[in-house]
């Protein structure tokens, strides 16, 4: 048996290429590198040899072992991908193939309402704005007027993610989707009236606080945007959502850092009988106001020729109020029972001229 390391390394490529498969190309690998294969013979050899022979021989076989290593761990690749091809290439579907009669699809609740509030507002001549989830701090909070150390930070438990290796910027999940307010008026000239519904998030769980939930922004930028323009809009849209054209809707005084002045919108109930709309009691549905001086300056336009008002609304809590739905992780169980009863006709979709 030959033990020249060269013909040795063709004799194995050989073996290699000629194996198909990889039950043959294992059987290559074990002959060579196994415990009683080739190689392995070969160094156990260098054990009796004189010192000058051996570091010579050793220099050689180790060189031989590297290459046979590499080479096998090459057609083992190879011949993987190869099998997995095949494996994809059988296992085509046939897309011609009947579906099983499970029921249809319906809507989620929270799609539902999303399509519904987005409708309502298409209707008054708003379009749709995105943003990301993860959004910067100086988008989510400074921007908005809300700088490090404002007390305001401290109410919506942020999720920080981790600093980037050369990028100073701090990020966080966005807890608000009042940050796309600042992304739309960096990047579109005024007149303004945009909505953008989304996720957004916060360090907090339990019956009426999910760590992922969804809200929906508004933001309306002209040159005599009033109070009025605010009330009127919010109004009619409350009424309408609820279906509802007596509805008593509420404005009261509150605070957001990013409006003045800023007001809670509050929608009549009876506490005693859930019913929306009737009874002595109030409920908070949304929050309100005109936009802040400084959050027009933060995004360049001139406070003294711009003004305009904003609101966020939690879209869960809209969608509970409306569908009866008392329990907020409901939401996201995938309870096929719960989806059934509140998942709505995804043939039917928010149209205004049918009512919602
Ligand atoms: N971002 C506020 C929150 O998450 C909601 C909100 C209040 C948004 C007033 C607004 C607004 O645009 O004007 O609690």
């Not at 040795?8 to 059987?27: G, M, P, T, V, Y």
């Not at 050793?58 to 057609?75: I, K, Y």
């Not at 990013?258 to 002595?280: K, L, N």
Request: charged share 25%; with cysteine; glycine share 8%.
């Amino acid at each position: 048996m030959t033990e020249d390391p060269d013909i040795l390394r063709k004799e194995c490529q050989a073996a290699l290429a000629a194996a198909a498969d990889l039950k043959s190309w294992d059987a290559v690998r074990v002959s060579w590198l196994g415990k009683s294969g080739r190689l392995t013979g070969l160094l156990k050899q260098l054990g009796g040899m004189p010192p000058d022979l051996r570091r010579q021989r050793g220099v050689e076989l180790n060189r031989l072992r590297d290459d046979l290593t590499h080479a096998v761990t090459a057609r083992g690749e190879a011949l993987e991908n190869q099998a997995l091809d095949a494996r994809l290439r059988a296992e085509s579907v046939d897309i011609s193939m009947p579906v099983p009669q499970r029921g249809r699809g319906l809507v989620h609740p929270v799609s539902q309402a999303v399509e519904e509030i987005t409708a309502l507002f298409a209707a008054m001549g708003f379009s749709v704005a995105e943003g990301p989830d993860i959004e910067t701090d100086w988008h989510n909070f400074s921007a908005l007027n809300t700088p490090a150390h404002h007390p305001a930070r401290t109410d919506q438990d942020t999720f920080y993610l981790p600093p980037v290796e050369g990028n100073e910027t701090a990020r966080v999940l966005r807890t608000q989707t009042s940050g796309v307010q600042i992304r739309t008026m960096l990047s579109q000239k005024p007149p303004i009236r945009i909505i953008a519904p989304g996720r957004t998030y916060r360090a907090d769980h339990d019956a009426t606080h999910s760590p992922m939930f969804h809200q929906c922004e508004g933001l309306v930028i002209d040159r005599d945007i009033t109070l009025g323009h605010l009330k009127g809009c919010l109004t009619g849209f409350l009424r309408a959502f609820f279906n509802n054209p007596d509805l008593p809707v509420r404005f009261r005084a509150s605070y957001f850092p990013f409006t003045e002045p800023s007001m809670e919108v509050d929608i009549g109930w009876s506490r005693r009988t859930g019913e929306i709309g009737a009874g002595e009691d109030w409920l908070e549905v949304l929050g309100s106001g005109m936009v802040q001086p400084r959050v027009l300056a933060n995004c360049g336009l001139d406070p003294r020729e711009w003004q305009g008002f904003a609101f966020g609304m939690g879209i869960e809590r809209l969608a509970m109020l409306k569908n009866g739905i008392p329990d907020l992780r409901s939401f996201y169980e995938s309870d096929v029972r719960w989806l059934t009863h509140f998942g709505s006709n995804p043939l039917m979709p928010a149209l205004l001229h049918e009512g919602l």
